[in-house]
């Protein structure tokens, strides 16, 4: 369904059925005649919980920022550092260095004593490599991280009225998401990631201008990740796929400070852009619409960190936005492998394709084990009829229900593709939104 305009509570509700968006384009799979049935899949973020493994990604992107130093550049200096070591060895081996061992004409003594004690001399080393950054010991960030962390409880317990202990977090309390995520910016770092929020649709100055990047990028990553031809990654072809939207710019007053709309999530390491996410944020939630990164920065695994990052985004806004509470991640596929990582986000629940209601994840996975497509809810849930007669249409610049435009082009006026229209969508959007009729 090719859609020209859409209001942002549109697309929710359509979300809601299973639909999602490519571009302009906004389409629903036929889920009980595919092969591997595509579920709809949403975090429920304020609830969100880390795992050990989400936990290692954001540790590995935190040594990253400190080192600066990527894992074969890593290795190239070590083995640097092996070769200074063998050279000064060599040169201790030919008297370079002072021995350690006394005159000759103590060697009696020396065999006839048990106790003497022999002096090492340090040799002089080859010092640390001016081309990279110093490092420090791992307790001395620990020690940093501390006190900015008690100079910014301090600032902060100094603007309440009464602090009291309980505020405080325990000791004992694991660290929540944003607690790693802030790690990132409290300690020194040999690099910093700059994570920029930008409005494509309508286009911001913002998105014009890092444009060209952002467009290398997608290319870069369509051709060596998906193994595209150049010729499939024109800079038309992303515009119309990642920039073009048809979600109208909103903005209320209960509504989060960025407005609702399409955006994209930029991550700038060093002032290199390394990874843009396509987000829709939408009346509750932020729907992930796709992400792009540098292959070469695979070792961070942006793919899991830009999830991370997207459920923290999303809880800031709830804070904002109280109804704004979802994280949606698009399609998930029990049978296909490379789709099974968005089941191990906590707090997922898919939408049942047959009730539309939103079932535990750990509830499905014993029944999508069994069978490809299942119905998910247990209960006898039925989906809402449409009048089919009640179905908004636009025609010639009209708009108007659907039984009046019958009446007007005849009794069988696309009666069967309406119905069909309006099963789809639900009665909520189906007498609400406009079906253009030529």
């Known amino acids: ?21 490519s571009g302009k384009y906004v389409y629903k799979p036929s889920m009980e005649i595919m092969c591997c049935p595509a579920y709809t899949i949403r975090c429920q973020a304020v609830d969100f919980k880390l795992s050990k493994s989400q936990k290692k990604c954001l540790i590995t992107v935190r040594k990253h920022l400190q080192t600066g130093i990527k894992p074969g550049d890593s290795k190239k200096g070590d083995e640097e550092d092996a070769e200074s070591k063998n050279e000064s060895e060599t040169k201790d081996e030919t008297g370079s260095c002072t021995n350690d061992v006394s005159s000759t004409s103590d060697a009696s003594d020396h065999s006839k004593s048990t106790h003497v004690k022999r002096t090492k001399l340090t040799r002089s080393g080859v010092g640390p490599d001016p081309n990279k950054p110093l490092r420090k010991k791992a ?3 620990r020690m940093e991280a501390k006190r900015h962390k008690q100079t910014h409880s301090a600032e902060s317990s100094s603007l309440e009225s009464q602090p009291t202990k309980n505020h405080q977090k325990s000791s004992n309390e694991p660290k929540s998401l944003e607690d790693y995520l802030s790690e990132e910016t409290m300690m020194s770092t040999a690099l910093n990631i700059k994570i920029k929020l930008i409005r494509t649709a309508p286009p911001s100055l913002e998105y014009q201008e890092s444009f060209k990047e952002s467009y290398e990028l997608f290319r870069k990553y369509q051709m060596t990740i998906h193994k595209e031809p150049a010729s499939d990654c024109t800079a038309h072809d992303f515009k119309r796929f990642l920039c073009e939207s048809p979600l109208v710019e909103e903005y209320r007053e209960d509504g989060p400070s960025c407005g609702y709309g399409s955006f994209h999530q930029q991550y700038w390491l060093g002032g290199v852009l390394i990874a843009v996410g396509v987000l829709d944020i939408l009346p509750h939630s932020i729907s992930s619409v796709y992400l792009y990164y540098n292959p070469d920065y695979n070792f961070l695994n942006l793919g899991t960190y830009s999830s991370l990052r997207e459920i923290a985004f999303t809880r800031a806004l709830q804070k904002e936005a109280a109804n704004l509470k979802y994280y949606y991640m698009g399609f998930y596929i029990h049978s296909c492998p490379k789709m099974k990582y968005k089941g191990q986000i906590g707090s997922s629940f898919l939408l049942c394709p047959e009730a539309y209601t939103w079932q535990p994840i750990e509830d499905c996975r014993p029944k999508l084990d069994e069978n490809k497509y299942i119905r998910l809810d247990n209960k006898n849930t039925a989906d809402s009829e449409v009048d089919i007669n009640q179905i908004l249409t636009l025609h010639k610049g009209r708009a108007m229900e659907y039984g009046f435009y019958k009446t007007m082009q005849g009794s069988h006026a696309d009666k069967e593709e309406v119905a069909e229209y309006g099963n789809l969508v639900g009665p909520v959007c189906a007498y609400r939104m406009l079906l253009y009729r030529s």
């Open 1 to 21: 369904m090719w859609a020209h305009k859409m209001m942002t509570q549109d697309y929710q509700d359509l979300i809601d059925r299973g639909w999602r968006r």
């Open 139 to 141: 307790k001395m960030l």
